[in-house]
């Protein structure tokens, strides 16, 4: 590792000129990045240099909302550094994880991403990004003070990164029935419901001069029809005049009681499973509501929540086992912090 560094050392110190030089010819912003590393550099990794204008370029976007989000300039001047220091760590962390993968398991640093594989992100972030409009690319690029074959180099980082942090998550597949039932068992609170309803709904548009009386019979009328065993959704596709879920049949998906006005909840959470209320006449229209299904207050048995314990505890498990990979990374690679 010694004899390493100082091999370093000279294109090291070649870097860091370049970049103090470029960071004195930019004129100090709002962000206090000047301030905090005055000679431009931020931190070394292995022979690479991160200068206080890369980490401008990740936070720039992000200023904005992080000034909306803070109630003073105390608490803003707080995030921002955190922020910056977030930065700094992912981008040291991105250089280590690119160089544990061109090593590869041989240790010789041999391996390449096919430039078919980048060709293709490029052509996709084009698309996406830019409409497949190269002049909008190349003002972004401008934008960003970056070539073209430093916007490729990032997008073969980028497939790197996301390979390299793929290949972790595979070892974590397996969650343990105990495991699940300890968590369980540990957080029932977190798995409480409120009553809550799947609902269809029905609703009839108060026609000009139409009295209750008679908006209440004519809700009556398709009341019949289901009460003679058609199904509700069916009368919604053909009767109901809510634009928005007639073709779904009046499908409201679930909701709380809390989430309903009274007029919806009273009537609706005193029905089971496959009932529809009377009819309901309000001032700006008449509504058929129906329980397509029910889930009542309490903490919801195991079996209904084991898939989302078990995904729970798979993302702790991988978050651990990625923080644990990137701890061994940090250790065996040449980091120095300004």
Known sequence: MISRRFALSSAVCTLALLATLSSRAQTPTEDGLNLRFANG???????????????????????PQLQRDSRNEK???EKLEALQDDTIQNLIDRELIVKAFRKGKDGKESRQVPAAYIDNEIAHRQAEDFENDRSKFLAYLRSQGKTIR??????????????????QRKSVNIVSPVKIETYYNENKDRFYQEDSVHMRMLQLLRQPGETDDQLHARLADIAAKFKAGEKFEDLARAYSQDASRKAKGGDWDWHQRSDLKKEFSEPLFALKKGEMTEPLVLPEGGYLLFVEDRKYAGIEPLDAVRERIEHTLMQQMAGMGQERWLERLRRNGYVKHY
């Open 41 to 63: 550099i931020a931190a070394i990794v292995e022979n690479k240099v991160i200068t206080v204008d890369d980490i401008r370029r990740e936070i720039a976007p992000l200023i």
């Open 75 to 77: 608490e803003f001047k």
């Open 150 to 167: 430093e916007f490729r180099r990032d997008a073969e980082e980028e497939i790197i990164l996301g390979y390299m942090r793929s290949q």
